[in-house]
Each structure stands twice: as C-alpha cells, then as structure tokens.
C-alpha cells in the first residue's frame, strides 16, 4: 500500500484479555519497528525485524509481550493479560534496510485496558 | 549507553517569535540525529535528518559534536507550527534503530 496501514485504530479491552495489534509495511520495506507512545513517555522503542535476521526484542517490557513477522511483511503485536499500565498508543513503523531516510509510521492503534 | 534528552515537555511562545527546541544526546558513536513531528491527529512524521543539512518549513538543526545537541530552531514561530517535536538518535550497534527523545510540545498563541 500507499503507507503504513494499523488496525485497529482503537481498542478497548478488559484487564485480563488479551490483544492482537496489526501493521501492514509499505511495500518493499524491508524493516519493521514498534514503539509504545505514551504521555509524557515519549516513543519507547519495543521490537525491530530486519529481513530474515533475528527480531530484536530488547524493548518489549515483559514476557506479556510477543510480535511476529510472517513472509517478511505484515507484523503482529500480541499482548497477553492486558493490564492497565499497557494503554498507550502503539506505533508501527517501517524503512527500507538502511536507515538514512528515516521511518515511515502508521496512524497507531490507541489501546485502553480497562 | 545510547539516549536522547529532551529537558522541555512545553515550550510555549507567541506568533513571530524565535523557538528553539533542545535536544541533547548520549551515544559513542558517530551520531546520525532526526526530527519528527507529530501535528494534531496526524501521524508521526520525518521533519528533518542532520546529514541533509536541510531547512523544512523554516526549521533547521545544527549537529554540535561538541555539546552533544541538536537543537531546532527557527526564527519567525506560526500558529500552524503547534505539533509536537520529538528528536530521535539512530542507533546502530548491530540493528539499525531510532531512539526517540520524550518529546516537546510546541505551543504557538496568536
């Protein structure tokens, strides 16, 4: 596509459950990142896919905390037994494979643990 | 280990006025420093990269190695310039990854 679509847009969720967040790269994006917007957090970077390599996972916050890549395209985010600290916006971005222009990112999914 | 300070969480100022936005960094290596802005319910989006030396919609950012900054500035605030501000750090030990600062949020009053 144009851009990089996230779905969905908002969720609403009960402590306790758990969420699929999705994020659709920009064709031919080789890299994928999520962060988790919060306020007054900034941009809290929480996994990275490269290609083929290995994801790094060094900022997902817990175990709770899962993403996938499948056929090096659309992405995953998977969070179990939401908990309320775990609202926040999560932004889905993607770039080609060297950094020099920057990322693109979605429009974010606004996730509300209640 | 690799970070990005932004000390003002507001800046608030009047049309015409000059804004400066500070941004500090941390990091060993040879620093490659972003800005991104994110306007009322838009998305996120590049504002300027150092390495291109560019003025996008009057701002501009000047590496200093030697304070670790890159602030950005502009001379003449607009009203359309309210947004929030984010300086990011691409981090590149090993994986390729932006390290964003906390954010400012620029206020512009008629």
């Known amino acids: 596509g144009a851009g990089v679509s996230q779905s969905p847009s908002n969720k609403v969720t009960e402590k306790g459950k758990d969420v699929e967040l999705r994020c659709d790269p920009i064709s031919g994006h080789t890299a994928l990142y999520w962060y988790r917007q919060s306020l007054g957090q900034g941009l809290e970077f929480l996994i990275y896919f490269q290609g083929n390599s290995a994801p790094d996972k060094s900022g997902l916050p817990s175990d709770r905390f899962s993403a996938e890549r499948t056929g090096g395209s659309v992405s995953t985010l998977t969070i179990q037994r939401t908990q309320q600290e775990d609202s926040a916006v999560y932004l889905c971005a993607s770039s080609l494979a060297r950094q020099g222009v920057g990322y693109t990112f979605g429009s974010g999914t606004r996730l509300t643990v209640v | 280990a690799q970070r990005v300070t932004q000390p003002e969480k507001l800046l608030s100022v009047f049309k015409g006025a000059p804004v400066e936005l500070k941004c500090n960094y941390s990091?060993?290596?040879?620093?490659?420093l972003f800005w991104y802005v994110q306007y009322s319910r838009q998305r996120l989006q590049l504002l300027l990269r150092?390495?291109s030396r560019e003025s996008i919609k009057g701002f501009t950012a000047d590496l200093n190695k030697g304070e670790t900054s890159f602030h950005l500035k502009k001379p003449f605030a607009q009203e359309e310039d309210s947004a929030m501000y984010y300086c990011a750090l691409l981090f590149s030990g090993g994986y390729n990854k932006l390290i964003f600062g906390a954010g400012t949020r620029l206020a512009v009053h008629p």
């Open positions: 990091y060993s290596g040879s620093p490659e």
């Open positions: 150092h390495i």
